[in-house]
């Protein structure tokens, strides 16, 4: 790669309106390049598209699951040029008083320290998995990855390492516990994955009547029950099939604020519930009582943490069952559609998760 080579990168203008780029790639002196390969489509992207996202300011470079190969490296870039890696989507300066405390959300950066939400006016422009290149910051994380899966499926490295994040470190999951997922998106599987890999004992997973081919799926990964509360009772289907209440329950649904609720009220007193989707900056009357009464751990998560990335990148050498997890894939000029499969505006028959490749 050259000074000044063009990088084509699609540019979010405005909220769904694109914009097919050429954007000039600048010598580093401490970072790097990616050659991006591919990058998934994730529920917080169609988020950003929408114009949903509390941190977003346009225009933009959307996208944060990347996968790719270093293409310049400067110092502080840790593997050579060639090597197949995943980019954390958390920035991490490392001084600021959030990273100090341990916290995923660097404000080093206004508004935004994370790939796929970084404003291109910042400089060097390529902060996103939208465009062949996306620039290396210093303080970037870095994780080598096989070259023995096509680079769509290396995309789910990071709804796996938020699923593991979520499932099993946060929650400090236990063997034998009963887990329930609310939600069967992507990172909902994750879940699902990573906490029968931690030797959960049950693991059930709702979702809506429109997701019955990502419950399917659910099943065929391990899951004990699948339920559909549109068309069944929650609690009764799971005193059913466990017996008792679950240990832990996790919020991945999408942009559901009744999955809350759902959770403080189906998981065991003494248990542990992990929140992991936001409910697009709306505010809603809350019960906070029940919280109290059993007694409950509450846990917001923001990604997935460094030991989840770790996790992750030696299950996708380790596990086929991960290529059936991206079912759609859209080259970078069908960006727009990418975010409309990923939104389930084009269908949600067979739909599991989107990655574009180039
Ligand atoms: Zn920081």
Known sequence: MQEGTKARAMLLVEPRHFSDTTVSAPGVEEGGWLAVEATGISGSDVQVWKGEARDAVYPLVPGHEVVGRIAVKGPNVPFEVGTRVVVEPRIRCGTCRRCQQDLATCVSRKPSNSYGLIPSTVPPGLWGGLAEY????P????HPVTDDVPAEVATFVHPLASGHT???????LREGEGVLI????PRGLACLIAAKAAGAGWVGMT???HDRDRLDLASQLGADLTIDVEQADVAGEIANSLGRRPDVVIDVTS???EAVFTALDLVRSGGR???ASTKGNRAFHFLSDVIVAKQLTLRGAVG???VGYQWATEQLGLDPRIDDLVSHQFPLTEASRALQAAAGLLGREELISVAVTF
Do not use: F
């Not at 303080?139 to 870095?142: G, I, T």
């Not at 979520?166 to 400090?172: N, S």
């Not at 609310?182 to 998106?185: N, S």
């Open 134 to 137: 996306l620039y290396l910051d």
């Open 273 to 275: 519930v992990t929140l």
């Open 182 to 185: 609310l939600g069967p998106g």
């Open 166 to 172: 979520w499932a099993v470190e946060l929650p400090a």
């Open 207 to 209: 979702g809506l009547s």
């Open 139 to 142: 303080r970037a994380n870095m």
């Open 255 to 257: 942009d559901d604020p």
């Open 304 to 306: 997935a943490s460094g």
